[in-house]
């Protein structure tokens, strides 16, 4: 499939171009045509899967054109979104693709002054991006009125809770005009979540994608089922086979990266760890030790090790992780075909 069979106008499929997409992601294609027609959506999608081109530029298109100049544009979209990493990385893509619309986007989120974002909403926009304190805060202020609203996205919803902004976004959503069109997305659906969706979906289509990060074939996965208290034996066992020139180990906690570590030397295993308690300089020269193969095994909380890049032509890492649940442990190695 191709953009242009999608029934995006010139102008968005000359910007989609410009950022260099050939072809519509999985998400893209199947919620671009709903949400052009006007339908809600139930977006089961991460991150990484392209689902803010799939909401904005379906966004972009039913807004065109934007109004005549001369009173205050009234606000018309509004994405609401976790952080304001994202808020800011959306309404990038936003200037992106809707570059040559006419069309008006801004951004508001806490941890900074409210005046520039004040004064920057003094005209009215088209699209608003916003985190869910800011725009209450500055709803309550007078500065911004979502009578107008034509259409509804709500980002990360499962984030959003596990953050604690579900009185937050339920009161957004008090300021909503009931007639619209909402786009709701979450990476997982649980039962919390679902039920957020069905109160603020009208008769929704359901998209569902495959997380971007789901694994290669080049992997091959084994899990154990293990008692707690072996764990560490078996981990000790693994990673002594001598196929296992190096290692990634996931760990939950700090706590148990710390212990971990310790649990293989003590075995003679030489172990090195990174979490979030240890400093920059720490990190780093874990790391650097693991790249370099002075240490075979580098154990690892899940988000100290994000955005670890490992050159496959160095080292070929096995991972293993233990399970949130005692006596779960799953592993990863690379298959003898991996390259
Ligand atoms: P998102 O999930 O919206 O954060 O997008 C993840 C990354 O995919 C971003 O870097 C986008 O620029 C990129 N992306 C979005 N749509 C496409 C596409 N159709 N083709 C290639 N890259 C894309």
């Not at 909380?301 to 779960?328: E, F, Q, V």
Request: glycine share 8%; charged share 25%; with cysteine.
């Amino acid at each position: 499939m191709t953009f242009r069979e999608l029934n995006l106008t010139r102008v968005l499929l000359k910007n989609v171009e410009n950022q260099g997409y050939t072809q519509p992601t999985p998400i893209q294609e199947k919620t671009i045509p709903l949400a052009l027609e006007g339908k809600d959506v139930l977006g089961c999608a991460q991150t990484g899967t392209g689902k803010t081109a799939a909401f904005a530029l379906p966004i972009l298109q039913r807004l065109m054109p934007p109004p005549r100049r001369g009173g205050k544009r009234p606000i018309r979209a509004l994405i609401l979104t976790p952080t304001r990493e994202l808020a800011q990385q959306i309404y990038e893509c936003f200037l992106d693709y809707g570059f040559g619309t006419g069309l008006e986007a801004e951004v508001i989120y806490g941890g900074v002054k409210q005046e520039p974002q004040v004064m920057r909403l003094k005209d009215g926009v088209d699209i608003l991006i916003a985190t869910p304190g800011r725009l209450n805060d500055l709803i309550g202020q007078g500065y911004i009125d979502l009578g107008r609203l034509s259409i509804f996205v709500l980002d990360e919803a499962d984030r959003m809770l596990d953050m604690g902004f579900i009185h937050d976004v339920k009161k957004v959503i008090t300021h909503l005009p009931s007639e619209r069109q909402t786009l709701f997305f979450s990476a997982t659906m649980p039962k919390d979540v679902e039920q957020l969706a069905m109160s603020i979906l009208k008769d929704p289509e359901t998209v569902k994608v495959d997380p971007p990060a789901s694994t290669v074939d080049s992997i091959r996965q084994s899990l154990y089922m293990v008692d707690k208290a072996n764990k560490k034996h078996l981990l000790a066992d693994i990673l002594a086979r001598p196929e296992v020139e190096s290692a990634l180990v996931f760990v939950r906690t700090k706590h148990g990266c710390d212990k971990v570590v310790r649990d293989l030397g003590k075995k003679g295993i030489e172990a090195c760890g990174i979490h979030g308690d240890k400093s920059q300089a720490a990190r780093q020269t874990a790391l650097n030790r693991f790249k370099g193969g002075q240490v075979k095994v580098l154990v690892a909380t899940d988000i100290a090790a994000r955005g670890i890049d490992i050159s496959p032509t160095s080292r070929r890492p096995m991972c293993t992780a233990s399970g949130a649940r005692a006596g779960r442990a799953w592993t990863g190695m690379p298959s003898a075909s991996a390259a």
